[in-house]
């Protein structure tokens, strides 16, 4: 019923056809699960290109110019929008500025936002790597991922909750507080 296993001599690594047999033929076809089994299967989320390239600003000159006189601001923006609004926009900016001021890199903060935006959606990680891109061009990369949440469909000026209010879902708030009464 089950497969032979040969005791793996020790210091050698077992093979693992020596304990379950060798794998079947890949045929291309649809593999049917005899009941009682199991069948594991990866799911690999699709890698797709960004909407906008890095340095395509041309189309939205007002979040540009925010951008280069405020990057807290936008930063602000998105982080919102990528924590779903478990932070809010003051907080995300309130933080990129103290990073800012304490270590005078804040793309060691923001880098990570573009790597959680690319896990999301399913982007690529182009044009180099996401903390690259942020020490090298970090404004281009702030207006980048600003305007690929604005191409899917969020109004960065609203924030999370009032998007999810317009696109007809509930935002997750907790219950208003009840006082005790008799």
Known sequence: MYPSKQEPTYGAPPAANAYYGAPPPSTGLPV??????????????TIGPWSTGLCDCGDDTRNCCITCLCPCITFGQVAEIIDKGSTSCGASGALYVLILCVTGCSCLYSCFYRTKLRAQYGLREEPCNDCLVHCCCEYCSLCQMYRELTRRGFNMDIGWHANMERQGHMATMPPPPQSMSR
Do not use: C, I, K, R
């Not at 009941?35 to 594991?40: D, I, T």
């Open 32 to 45: 049917t699960v005899p009941p009682g089994g199991f069948q594991l299967q990866a799911h690999l989320p």
